[in-house]
């Protein structure tokens, strides 16, 4: 996390790269060399970025690749995800049950969107790229990754909270980043306090989408039956496209009803990595 945001965009660029051309060769059981030709790097030095970024060997996430196909898990997600619903999932894999506290800002607060509450930020390295971190007092409430210059990611940053006052907290936002992401592929380890504003509706959309549990991926239509709204998985979409929370609130775990990735606020490249980070995490458990 302290390297230069040069150097760690390039290791997530890289990782990402490297995830892809595994599972794309997972058959074929590629060496060491191979993989890191791949990535433009010595075997040396590829090893070291993987271990550092994904938390496990080349070697060991290939065996893991024999045994199960990423996309397999993402389209076993809806019967993970009904399992865990109706059973009250608990322990490691309900990630977000660990880490994260919900706060919602009161009808009052909601009105006045948000005035009068400072906001800090800074933009760091995260194993998802550049992103913009934003806190309060309160808890956390605001996480993009960025392609973009920081005076962009602002401005989506101030209109989700134009009554709010806004500074540059770099040194703060820096001890928070460590906590969200640890390192070496690890999970956070303490309680995250997220601060969220939005209707009803949406704040009961985010809180399933809290319910989604590590490894297990759902459909619009799966989130509106969850929160009994079986018509409005339209406007479920609508409110998972507003979360302004990226990967506490794990909107990355939507997927269409065929399987398929689909699309994300972030980039759904990013949401692709994500998963499978997730899905290595689940390995190490």
């Not at 999932?89 to 919900?102: C, E, Q």
């Not at 962009?152 to 709010?164: E, K, N, Q, S, V």
Request: charged share 20%; net charge positive.
């Amino acid at each position: 996390m302290e390297k230069g945001s040069k150097q760690f965009e390039s290791d997530y660029a890289r990782a990402a790269k490297a995830l892809a051309f595994l599972r794309s060769r997972s058959r074929q059981q590629p060496t060491l060399g191979q993989a890191a030709a791949a990535v433009d790097l010595s075997p040396h030095h590829f090893q070291r970025l993987f271990k550092r970024w994904v938390g496990i060997s080349p070697k060991k996430y290939l065996q893991s690749l024999t045994l199960t196909d990423a996309q397999q898990q993402l389209r076993s997600g809806r019967s993970v995800l009904d399992s865990a619903l109706t059973s009250g999932l608990s322990g490691p894999g309900r990630l977000h049950d660990l880490f994260v506290t919900f706060q919602s800002m009161t009808p009052a607060e909601y009105r006045d969107h948000g005035a009068g509450l400072e906001i800090g930020y800074g933009m760091h390295d995260s194993p998802f790229g550049r992103c913009l971190l934003g806190i309060t007092a309160r808890g956390i409430c605001w996480l993009s990754f960025q392609e973009s210059k920081t005076a962009r990611a602002l401005a989506a940053l101030r209109d989700t909270w134009p009554g709010a006052d806004l500074s540059p907290a770099q040194d703060d936002t820096a001890d928070m980043m460590k906590r969200i992401f640890p390192g070496e592929g690890s999970l956070p380890d303490s309680s995250l306090p997220l601060l969220v504003q939005g209707t009803d509706f949406q704040l009961q959309v985010w809180r399933a989408l809290l319910g989604i549990p590590l490894g297990a991926t759902a459909t619009y239509g799966d989130l509106a039956e969850t929160i009994q709204k079986p018509r409005a998985a339209r406007a479920v979409g609508t409110a998972v496209g507003r979360n302004a929370i990226a990967f506490l609130i794990p909107c990355h775990r939507i997927i269409r009803s065929d399987g398929g990735v689909g699309g994300y606020r972030w980039g759904s490249p990013r949401k692709g990595v994500m998963l499978e980070w997730e899905r290595i995490r689940l390995m190490d458990e």
